[in-house]
């Protein structure tokens, strides 16, 4: 069984179909890349897992379909997401915003005490080698560590699949190769199931085992980072057909 499959996900807005019969799955312990040209849905995709209804299909965690749970329901299960835009409580210092992720994730299944959220907030920001900013205000972090933030937010829910929305975004080609080491080893010594979208290519590739394209709304190609990379398809959809 998959841990999350996707079965014919149509989504519209107005009259722009963002979603156009989708299917996806996604395998325990897998990292999966999601890519495609600006606009092609990836992002409506990561909604529709987490929350937002889609006008058709169904969303399946554990053989169970999600679809019509509120987005606090899905992260109780084990399904949380990241933002291309990192939004933390700027009043609020790094641990305590760390903190209230761990008050409202699947640890809210049983009453939690402060002391122990920032305890395993403490934990999730060694990990991440955030620590040392545990004491500072949210507010007056660097992006790179904005980023990390927002990593360590959606780790602290104890999350069994992690939706990762272009977490490199804006980094040094340094700093995005240290993003690229941590989320192998979230996979790896967490053993949590990662769907990340990514336009640095160089980095989606080094991280996945698997790739799913869209465009315009249609998954057009499935495969290992090798065989996407030779895909015609796929790079007439990034290229356009004259160079494809």
């Known amino acids: 069984m998959h841990l999350l499959r996707g079965e014919r996900i149509t989504k519209s807005f107005g009259g722009v179909r963002a979603l156009n019969g989708v299917d996806f799955h996604i395998s325990e312990g897998e990292i999966v890349g999601l890519i495609g ?20 299909g169904a969303i399946l965690f554990h053989g169970q379909d999600i679809v019509g749970l509120r987005p606090d329901q899905i992260c109780v299960k084990g ?14 210092t790094v641990l305590e915003n760390v903190a209230s992720a761990v008050l409202f994730g699947r640890h809210s299944r049983r009453p939690v005490r402060m002391a122990e959220a920032r305890a395993v ?11 040392h900013r545990s004491g500072s205000l949210a507010g007056g972090l660097l992006l790179v560590e ?12 104890q999350p069994r699949l992690l939706l990762l929305d272009e977490v490199m975004a804006g980094l040094t080609p340094t700093e995005t190769q240290e993003m ?11 053993g949590i ?11 989606v590739m080094g991280i996945s085992q698997r790739i799913i394209v869209l465009s315009y709304g249609t998954k057009i190609a499935e495969g290992t980072p090798q065989e996407i990379a030779e ?7 990034y290229l356009g057909e004259k160079v494809a």
């Open 121 to 131: 907030a403490l934990q999730v920001l060694s990990f991440l080698k955030l620590e």
């Open 231 to 237: 895909n015609d398809e796929v790079i007439k959809a």
């Open 37 to 56: 040209p600006n606009g092609a849905g990836k992002s409506t995709l990561f909604s529709v897992i987490c929350g937002v209804r889609p006008d058709s």
């Open 146 to 157: 904005r980023r990390r933030l927002e990593l360590a937010r959606a780790m602290a829910t």
């Open 180 to 190: 690229m080491d941590m989320v192998l080893k979230i996979r790896e010594e967490r």
């Open 193 to 203: 199931t990662i769907l990340v979208v990514e336009h640095i290519m160089k980095a």
């Open 79 to 92: 399904i949380v997401r990241t933002f291309q835009q990192p939004r933390p409580f700027g009043n609020l």
